[in-house]
Protein backbone atom coordinates (compact mmCIF):
# COMPACT_ATOMS: atom_id res chain seq x y z
CA UNK A 1 0.00 0.00 0.00
CA UNK A 2 3.17 2.20 1.22
CA UNK A 3 4.76 1.38 -2.07
CA UNK A 4 1.61 2.29 -4.66
CA UNK A 5 1.19 5.43 -2.64
CA UNK A 6 5.04 6.64 -3.53
CA UNK A 7 3.87 5.56 -7.42
CA UNK A 8 1.42 8.36 -6.68
CA UNK A 9 3.68 10.81 -5.32
CA UNK A 10 5.98 10.22 -7.86
CA UNK A 11 3.57 10.53 -10.68
CA UNK A 12 2.28 13.85 -9.44
CA UNK A 13 6.03 15.14 -9.27
CA UNK A 14 6.55 13.91 -12.64
CA UNK A 15 3.38 16.20 -13.89
CA UNK A 16 4.79 19.11 -12.20
CA UNK A 17 8.45 18.71 -14.13
CA UNK A 18 9.88 17.31 -11.49
CA UNK A 19 12.52 14.03 -11.93
CA UNK A 20 13.66 11.38 -9.48
CA UNK A 21 16.94 11.82 -7.81
CA UNK A 22 19.07 9.07 -6.70
CA UNK A 23 20.99 10.49 -3.90
CA UNK A 24 19.34 13.10 -1.67
CA UNK A 25 22.13 15.05 -0.98
CA UNK A 26 21.34 15.85 -4.77
CA UNK A 27 17.29 16.65 -4.31
CA UNK A 28 15.44 19.39 -4.49
CA UNK A 29 12.79 17.79 -2.54
CA UNK A 30 12.78 14.86 -0.40
CA UNK A 31 9.88 12.80 1.06
CA UNK A 32 9.74 10.27 3.42
CA UNK A 33 6.75 8.19 3.20
CA UNK A 34 6.30 6.81 6.50
CA UNK A 35 5.13 2.87 7.77
CA UNK A 36 3.32 2.12 11.85
CA UNK A 37 3.41 -1.79 11.43
CA UNK A 38 6.43 -2.21 13.17
CA UNK A 39 8.87 -0.09 15.91
CA UNK A 40 11.85 -0.57 13.62
CA UNK A 41 10.29 1.41 10.90
CA UNK A 42 9.94 4.02 13.47
CA UNK A 43 13.03 3.97 14.15
CA UNK A 44 14.62 4.34 11.03
CA UNK A 45 12.11 7.11 9.80
CA UNK A 46 14.08 9.08 12.92
CA UNK A 47 17.53 8.43 12.04
CA UNK A 48 17.00 9.08 8.14
CA UNK A 49 14.91 12.17 9.10
CA UNK A 50 18.02 13.68 11.10
CA UNK A 51 20.03 13.76 8.10
CA UNK A 52 18.27 15.87 6.19
CA UNK A 53 19.39 18.80 8.35
CA UNK A 54 22.48 18.95 7.45
CA UNK A 55 20.65 18.86 3.55
CA UNK A 56 18.86 22.00 4.75
CA UNK A 57 21.64 23.70 6.08
CA UNK A 58 24.07 23.82 3.19
CA UNK A 59 20.73 24.22 1.17
CA UNK A 60 17.91 26.59 2.16
CA UNK A 61 15.96 25.74 -0.69
CA UNK A 62 15.81 22.35 -0.20
CA UNK A 63 12.11 21.11 0.86
CA UNK A 64 11.95 18.02 3.16
CA UNK A 65 8.37 16.51 3.41
CA UNK A 66 7.16 13.36 5.86
CA UNK A 67 3.91 11.56 5.21
CA UNK A 68 2.37 8.18 5.36
CA UNK A 69 0.77 6.14 8.24
CA UNK A 70 3.26 7.78 11.53
CA UNK A 71 2.06 11.28 10.34
CA UNK A 72 -1.85 9.94 11.20
CA UNK A 73 -0.52 10.16 15.26
CA UNK A 74 -0.80 13.17 17.03
CA UNK A 75 2.26 12.01 19.31
CA UNK A 76 4.72 11.47 16.17
CA UNK A 77 3.35 14.97 14.29
CA UNK A 78 4.40 16.59 18.25
CA UNK A 79 8.10 15.44 18.04
CA UNK A 80 8.99 16.29 14.59
CA UNK A 81 7.41 19.81 14.89
CA UNK A 82 9.84 19.82 18.29
CA UNK A 83 12.61 17.73 17.45
CA UNK A 84 13.02 17.96 13.65
CA UNK A 85 12.09 21.71 12.75
CA UNK A 86 14.19 21.49 9.36
CA UNK A 87 10.61 19.76 7.83
CA UNK A 88 8.78 21.56 6.08
CA UNK A 89 5.45 19.69 4.88
CA UNK A 90 3.49 17.03 7.01
CA UNK A 91 0.64 15.01 5.38
CA UNK A 92 -0.96 11.83 6.39
CA UNK A 93 -2.46 8.87 4.46
CA UNK A 94 -6.26 10.30 3.59
CA UNK A 95 -5.20 13.89 2.15
CA UNK A 96 -2.17 11.96 -1.15
CA UNK A 97 -4.28 14.01 -3.93
CA UNK A 98 -3.14 17.37 -1.94
CA UNK A 99 0.03 16.70 -2.25
CA UNK A 100 0.91 19.13 -5.31
CA UNK A 101 -1.14 21.59 -4.07
CA UNK A 102 0.43 21.60 -0.53
CA UNK A 103 4.21 21.39 -2.12
CA UNK A 104 3.10 24.68 -3.91
CA UNK A 105 2.09 26.47 -0.90
CA UNK A 106 5.33 25.58 0.93
CA UNK A 107 7.63 26.56 -2.29
CA UNK A 108 5.99 29.50 -2.93
CA UNK A 109 4.90 31.06 0.38
CA UNK A 110 8.11 30.18 2.34
CA UNK A 111 6.17 28.38 5.00
CA UNK A 112 6.11 25.07 6.63
CA UNK A 113 2.41 23.34 6.64
CA UNK A 114 1.16 19.97 8.53
CA UNK A 115 -2.22 19.54 7.24
CA UNK A 116 -3.54 15.70 8.59
CA UNK A 117 -6.71 14.44 7.56
CA UNK A 118 -8.26 12.37 10.52
CA UNK A 119 -10.86 10.96 8.50
CA UNK A 120 -10.88 9.35 4.75
CA UNK A 121 -13.40 11.05 2.79
CA UNK A 122 -14.45 10.72 -0.91
CA UNK A 123 -12.27 8.34 -2.81
CA UNK A 124 -10.35 10.60 -5.10
CA UNK A 125 -9.98 8.95 -8.63
CA UNK A 126 -7.85 9.71 -11.45
CA UNK A 127 -4.68 10.24 -9.85
CA UNK A 128 -1.54 9.72 -11.66
CA UNK A 129 1.43 6.71 -10.71
CA UNK A 130 5.03 6.41 -12.39
CA UNK A 131 4.89 2.59 -11.74
CA UNK A 132 8.06 1.15 -10.76
CA UNK A 133 7.97 -2.07 -13.48
CA UNK A 134 6.03 -0.93 -16.85
CA UNK A 135 4.78 -4.45 -17.16
CA UNK A 136 3.49 -4.98 -13.58
CA UNK A 137 0.96 -2.52 -11.51
CA UNK A 138 -0.52 -2.01 -8.28
CA UNK A 139 -4.04 -1.31 -7.96
CA UNK A 140 -5.84 -0.09 -4.99
CA UNK A 141 -9.48 -1.85 -4.38
CA UNK A 142 -10.28 -0.21 -1.15
CA UNK A 143 -8.71 1.76 1.83
CA UNK A 144 -8.93 1.75 5.15
CA UNK A 145 -9.83 -1.19 7.87
CA UNK A 146 -12.68 -1.81 10.23
CA UNK A 147 -11.10 -5.30 11.87
CA UNK A 148 -9.32 -3.43 14.86
CA UNK A 149 -6.67 -6.17 15.73
CA UNK A 150 -5.47 -5.35 19.21
CA UNK A 151 -1.85 -5.47 17.92
CA UNK A 152 -2.43 -3.12 14.88
CA UNK A 153 -2.42 0.27 14.31
CA UNK A 154 -3.62 0.70 10.53
CA UNK A 155 -7.30 1.24 11.82
CA UNK A 156 -6.38 4.37 13.24
CA UNK A 157 -4.08 5.42 10.03
CA UNK A 158 -5.92 4.40 7.47
CA UNK A 159 -9.01 4.83 8.69
CA UNK A 160 -12.12 3.21 7.52
CA UNK A 161 -13.02 1.00 5.13
CA UNK A 162 -14.23 2.24 1.79
CA UNK A 163 -14.64 -0.01 -1.62
CA UNK A 164 -13.86 1.95 -5.34
CA UNK A 165 -16.77 1.60 -7.61
CA UNK A 166 -16.06 -1.86 -9.60
CA UNK A 167 -16.14 0.17 -12.84
CA UNK A 168 -13.37 2.47 -12.09
CA UNK A 169 -11.00 -0.44 -10.99
CA UNK A 170 -12.17 -1.98 -14.43
CA UNK A 171 -11.33 1.16 -16.09
CA UNK A 172 -7.95 1.49 -14.53
CA UNK A 173 -6.99 -2.19 -15.38
CA UNK A 174 -7.93 -2.01 -18.56
CA UNK A 175 -5.42 1.52 -19.11
CA UNK A 176 -3.00 -0.13 -17.48
CA UNK A 177 -3.21 -3.00 -19.54
CA UNK A 178 -3.19 -0.96 -22.79
CA UNK A 179 0.18 0.53 -21.59
CA UNK A 180 1.83 -2.91 -21.36
CA UNK A 181 0.94 -4.42 -17.81
CA UNK A 182 1.11 -7.95 -17.72
CA UNK A 183 0.44 -8.43 -14.24
CA UNK A 184 -1.82 -6.88 -11.97
CA UNK A 185 -2.05 -6.72 -7.97
CA UNK A 186 -5.10 -5.50 -6.11
CA UNK A 187 -4.64 -4.22 -2.78
CA UNK A 188 -6.67 -3.46 0.29
CA UNK A 189 -5.89 -4.35 3.98
CA UNK A 190 -8.76 -7.07 3.82
CA UNK A 191 -9.89 -7.30 0.14
CA UNK A 192 -12.23 -10.24 1.19
CA UNK A 193 -14.55 -7.76 2.39
CA UNK A 194 -14.45 -5.12 -1.06
CA UNK A 195 -17.74 -3.62 -1.38
CA UNK A 196 -19.75 -4.25 1.68
CA UNK A 197 -18.66 -1.08 3.54
CA UNK A 198 -21.29 1.15 4.10
CA UNK A 199 -20.59 4.55 4.50
CA UNK A 200 -22.01 7.69 3.21
CA UNK A 201 -18.62 8.30 0.87
CA UNK A 202 -17.90 5.15 0.27
CA UNK A 203 -18.96 2.86 -1.82
CA UNK A 204 -21.10 0.11 -1.09
CA UNK A 205 -22.07 -3.06 -2.70
CA UNK A 206 -25.68 -4.76 -2.64
CA UNK A 207 -27.27 -8.34 -4.57
CA UNK A 208 -28.75 -5.98 -7.05
CA UNK A 209 -26.15 -4.01 -8.42
CA UNK A 210 -22.95 -4.48 -6.48
CA UNK A 211 -19.90 -6.67 -6.50
CA UNK A 212 -18.43 -8.72 -3.85
CA UNK A 213 -14.75 -9.12 -3.99
CA UNK A 214 -15.08 -12.61 -6.10
CA UNK A 215 -17.39 -10.73 -8.52
CA UNK A 216 -14.52 -8.42 -8.98
CA UNK A 217 -12.04 -11.25 -9.86
CA UNK A 218 -14.46 -13.14 -12.41
CA UNK A 219 -14.56 -9.41 -13.99
CA UNK A 220 -11.47 -8.66 -14.12
CA UNK A 221 -10.62 -11.96 -15.20
CA UNK A 222 -12.57 -11.25 -18.77
CA UNK A 223 -10.10 -8.29 -19.50
CA UNK A 224 -8.13 -8.88 -22.71
CA UNK A 225 -4.75 -8.47 -22.54
CA UNK A 226 -4.05 -9.24 -18.45
CA UNK A 227 -2.06 -12.13 -18.09
CA UNK A 228 -1.75 -12.13 -14.26
CA UNK A 229 -3.91 -11.43 -11.19
CA UNK A 230 -3.26 -11.28 -7.41
CA UNK A 231 -4.27 -9.26 -4.50
CA UNK A 232 -3.27 -9.02 -0.80
CA UNK A 233 -3.90 -8.83 1.89
CA UNK A 234 -6.60 -11.26 2.38
CA UNK A 235 -8.31 -11.91 5.92
CA UNK A 236 -9.00 -15.09 7.27
CA UNK A 237 -12.39 -14.68 8.56
CA UNK A 238 -13.73 -12.81 5.49
CA UNK A 239 -12.49 -15.80 2.71
CA UNK A 240 -15.52 -16.62 1.18
CA UNK A 241 -16.33 -20.30 -0.84
CA UNK A 242 -17.06 -17.97 -3.81
CA UNK A 243 -13.40 -16.78 -3.67
CA UNK A 244 -12.10 -20.03 -3.30
CA UNK A 245 -13.69 -21.20 -6.30
CA UNK A 246 -12.47 -18.16 -8.18
CA UNK A 247 -9.27 -19.54 -8.15
CA UNK A 248 -10.24 -22.60 -9.74
CA UNK A 249 -12.64 -21.00 -12.36
CA UNK A 250 -10.54 -18.04 -13.50
CA UNK A 251 -7.36 -18.68 -15.56
CA UNK A 252 -5.72 -15.01 -14.87
CA UNK A 253 -5.58 -15.46 -10.86
CA UNK A 254 -2.42 -16.70 -9.89
CA UNK A 255 -1.88 -20.14 -7.37
CA UNK A 256 -0.81 -18.32 -4.84
CA UNK A 257 -2.52 -16.33 -0.93
CA UNK A 258 -1.37 -14.45 0.98
CA UNK A 259 -3.50 -15.01 3.98
CA UNK A 260 -2.21 -14.07 7.56
CA UNK A 261 -2.95 -16.59 10.39
CA UNK A 262 -1.12 -14.50 13.07
CA UNK A 263 -0.84 -17.03 15.52
CA UNK A 264 -2.18 -20.75 16.12
CA UNK A 265 -3.17 -20.18 19.51
CA UNK A 266 -7.13 -19.84 20.09
CA UNK A 267 -6.22 -17.98 23.39
CA UNK A 268 -3.79 -15.72 21.44
CA UNK A 269 -6.40 -15.09 18.47
CA UNK A 270 -8.96 -14.42 20.78
CA UNK A 271 -6.53 -11.68 22.61
CA UNK A 272 -5.59 -10.08 18.98
CA UNK A 273 -9.43 -9.99 18.19
CA UNK A 274 -8.86 -12.07 14.83
CA UNK A 275 -12.05 -13.81 14.80
CA UNK A 276 -11.58 -16.84 13.51
CA UNK A 277 -10.00 -20.37 15.92
CA UNK A 278 -7.02 -22.26 14.83
CA UNK A 279 -9.57 -25.23 13.18
CA UNK A 280 -11.27 -22.20 11.17
CA UNK A 281 -8.10 -21.36 9.54
CA UNK A 282 -7.38 -25.27 8.35
CA UNK A 283 -10.41 -25.92 6.95
CA UNK A 284 -9.89 -22.77 4.96
CA UNK A 285 -6.00 -24.25 3.86
CA UNK A 286 -8.33 -27.22 3.43
CA UNK A 287 -10.55 -25.91 0.76
CA UNK A 288 -7.94 -23.48 -1.01
CA UNK A 289 -5.82 -26.87 -1.94
CA UNK A 290 -8.81 -28.67 -2.58
CA UNK A 291 -9.71 -26.30 -5.05
CA UNK A 292 -6.01 -25.61 -6.35
CA UNK A 293 -3.40 -28.43 -5.19
CA UNK A 294 -0.24 -26.64 -6.23
CA UNK A 295 -2.08 -23.73 -4.39
CA UNK A 296 1.42 -21.51 -2.57
CA UNK A 297 0.89 -20.20 0.92
CA UNK A 298 2.47 -17.55 2.40
CA UNK A 299 1.22 -16.05 6.17
CA UNK A 300 2.25 -13.26 8.69
CA UNK A 301 2.94 -14.43 12.14
CA UNK A 302 3.65 -12.64 15.49
CA UNK A 303 5.75 -13.78 18.18
CA UNK A 304 6.13 -12.76 21.81
CA UNK A 305 2.17 -11.37 21.42
CA UNK A 306 1.24 -10.44 25.29
CA UNK A 307 0.20 -13.56 27.35
CA UNK A 308 1.60 -15.86 24.83
CA UNK A 309 2.90 -19.07 26.71
CA UNK A 310 5.27 -21.33 25.53
CA UNK A 311 2.28 -23.73 24.44
CA UNK A 312 0.21 -21.11 22.88
CA UNK A 313 4.01 -20.82 20.87
CA UNK A 314 3.86 -24.58 20.34
CA UNK A 315 0.28 -24.22 18.71
CA UNK A 316 1.55 -21.81 16.41
CA UNK A 317 4.58 -24.46 15.60
CA UNK A 318 2.22 -27.09 15.06
CA UNK A 319 0.46 -25.04 12.51
CA UNK A 320 3.12 -24.45 10.05
CA UNK A 321 3.73 -28.03 10.56
CA UNK A 322 -0.04 -28.66 8.96
CA UNK A 323 0.04 -25.45 6.74
CA UNK A 324 3.16 -25.94 5.04
CA UNK A 325 3.72 -22.33 3.78
CA UNK A 326 6.00 -21.61 1.15
CA UNK A 327 7.32 -18.25 3.39
CA UNK A 328 6.16 -16.54 5.88
CA UNK A 329 6.92 -12.52 7.37
CA UNK A 330 7.53 -13.00 10.96
CA UNK A 331 7.35 -10.66 13.17
CA UNK A 332 8.58 -10.00 16.77
CA UNK A 333 5.82 -8.26 18.54
CA UNK A 334 6.67 -4.57 19.36
CA UNK A 335 3.89 -2.11 21.75
CA UNK A 336 2.35 -0.13 18.70
CA UNK A 337 0.85 2.99 20.89
CA UNK A 338 -2.87 3.71 20.48
CA UNK A 339 -3.66 0.70 20.25
CA UNK A 340 -5.57 -1.99 22.77
CA UNK A 341 -3.10 -3.85 23.21
CA UNK A 342 -0.52 -1.74 24.81
CA UNK A 343 -2.07 -2.02 27.50
CA UNK A 344 -2.40 -5.33 27.86
CA UNK A 345 -0.63 -6.95 30.77
CA UNK A 346 1.94 -9.93 30.12
CA UNK A 347 4.02 -8.52 27.80
CA UNK A 348 6.61 -11.53 27.26
CA UNK A 349 10.10 -11.18 27.68
CA UNK A 350 12.26 -9.54 24.95
CA UNK A 351 14.64 -12.43 25.50
CA UNK A 352 12.27 -14.99 25.45
CA UNK A 353 10.42 -13.48 22.15
CA UNK A 354 13.52 -13.49 20.59
CA UNK A 355 14.40 -17.51 21.18
CA UNK A 356 10.59 -18.17 19.72
CA UNK A 357 11.42 -15.95 16.85
CA UNK A 358 14.71 -17.81 15.58
CA UNK A 359 12.92 -21.42 16.30
CA UNK A 360 9.71 -20.42 14.23
CA UNK A 361 11.96 -18.99 11.43
CA UNK A 362 14.37 -21.63 11.21
CA UNK A 363 11.40 -23.95 10.48
CA UNK A 364 10.02 -21.70 8.28
CA UNK A 365 12.71 -21.40 6.22
CA UNK A 366 13.34 -25.82 6.19
CA UNK A 367 9.89 -25.88 4.71
CA UNK A 368 10.15 -23.40 2.26
CA UNK A 369 13.62 -25.28 1.03
CA UNK A 370 11.47 -28.15 1.03
CA UNK A 371 8.62 -27.28 -1.07
CA UNK A 372 11.24 -25.37 -3.55
CA UNK A 373 12.81 -28.95 -3.92
CA UNK A 374 9.24 -30.43 -5.40
CA UNK A 375 9.93 -27.62 -8.17
CA UNK A 376 13.04 -29.73 -9.44
CA UNK A 377 12.14 -30.78 -12.83
CA UNK A 378 8.70 -28.81 -13.99
CA UNK A 379 8.74 -26.35 -16.05
CA UNK A 380 7.44 -22.80 -14.75
CA UNK A 381 5.76 -19.94 -16.51
CA UNK A 382 8.00 -17.16 -15.26
CA UNK A 383 7.19 -13.52 -15.66
CA UNK A 384 10.75 -11.65 -16.06
CA UNK A 385 11.45 -8.78 -14.01
CA UNK A 386 14.99 -7.83 -14.83
CA UNK A 387 18.85 -8.55 -13.54
CA UNK A 388 19.26 -11.30 -10.85
CA UNK A 389 20.58 -9.09 -8.11
CA UNK A 390 21.81 -12.30 -6.03
CA UNK A 391 24.06 -13.60 -9.10
CA UNK A 392 26.84 -11.71 -10.71
CA UNK A 393 26.90 -11.36 -14.49
CA UNK A 394 24.75 -9.61 -16.51
CA UNK A 395 23.23 -12.43 -17.84
CA UNK A 396 21.28 -13.81 -14.99
CA UNK A 397 18.06 -12.67 -14.85
CA UNK A 398 15.02 -13.24 -11.75
CA UNK A 399 11.26 -13.04 -12.45
CA UNK A 400 8.44 -14.80 -10.61
CA UNK A 401 6.14 -17.79 -11.07
CA UNK A 402 2.55 -17.86 -10.80
CA UNK A 403 2.85 -19.22 -7.44
CA UNK A 404 5.44 -16.21 -6.28
CA UNK A 405 8.58 -18.12 -6.41
CA UNK A 406 11.91 -16.30 -7.37
CA UNK A 407 13.82 -17.71 -10.58
CA UNK A 408 17.53 -17.00 -11.30
CA UNK A 409 18.56 -18.09 -14.98
CA UNK A 410 20.33 -17.20 -17.94
CA UNK A 411 19.36 -14.93 -20.29
CA UNK A 412 19.58 -11.60 -21.93
CA UNK A 413 17.53 -8.28 -20.90
CA UNK A 414 15.81 -8.36 -23.84
CA UNK A 415 13.24 -10.53 -21.71
CA UNK A 416 12.49 -8.20 -19.07
CA UNK A 417 8.66 -7.80 -19.01
CA UNK A 418 7.75 -11.04 -20.76
CA UNK A 419 6.59 -14.43 -19.77
CA UNK A 420 8.91 -16.94 -20.35
CA UNK A 421 9.10 -20.61 -19.82
CA UNK A 422 11.73 -21.86 -17.29
CA UNK A 423 12.85 -25.50 -16.63
CA UNK A 424 13.67 -25.50 -12.77
CA UNK A 425 16.91 -26.79 -12.26
CA UNK A 426 17.25 -26.16 -8.65
CA UNK A 427 15.17 -25.44 -5.53
CA UNK A 428 17.37 -23.40 -3.18
CA UNK A 429 15.48 -22.31 0.40
CA UNK A 430 14.95 -19.17 -0.60
CA UNK A 431 14.82 -19.28 -4.54
CA UNK A 432 14.35 -21.24 -7.92
CA UNK A 433 17.19 -22.12 -10.10
CA UNK A 434 16.36 -22.90 -13.59
CA UNK A 435 17.05 -22.43 -17.06
CA UNK A 436 14.60 -21.32 -20.42
CA UNK A 437 12.80 -24.15 -21.96
CA UNK A 438 12.59 -23.82 -25.77
Known amino acids: MNEHDSETMAGMLNEKGFEPEEEKNNADIVIINTCSVRENADNRFFG?????????????EFVACVCGCMMQQQHIIDQVKSKYPWVDLVFGTHNIHQFPQLLDNVI?????????????????????????????????????????????????????????????????????????????????????????????????ASEENGMDFADLIYAL????????????????????????????????????????????????????????????????IDKLRTAVPDMAITTDLIVGFPGETEEDFMETMDLIEKVRYDSAFTFIYSIRKGTPAENYEEQVPEEVKHDRFNRLLERINEISGEINKTYEGTIQKVLVEGPSTSKKGEDTLAGRTESGKLVNFPGSEELVGQIVNVKITQGKQFNLKGIIEA
Request: with cysteine; proline share 3%; net charge positive.
Open 48 to 60: TLGQLKKIKEANP
Open 108 to 204: NERKKIVDVWQDGGAIVEGLPAKRLYDFKALVNIMYGCNNFCTYCIVPYTRGRERSRRPEEIIKEVKELVATGAKEITLLGQNVNSYGVSKYEDGYC
Open 221 to 284: NEIEGLERMKFMTSHPKDLSDKLIQAFKDCDKLCNSIHLPVQAGSDNILKRMNRKYTKADYLVL
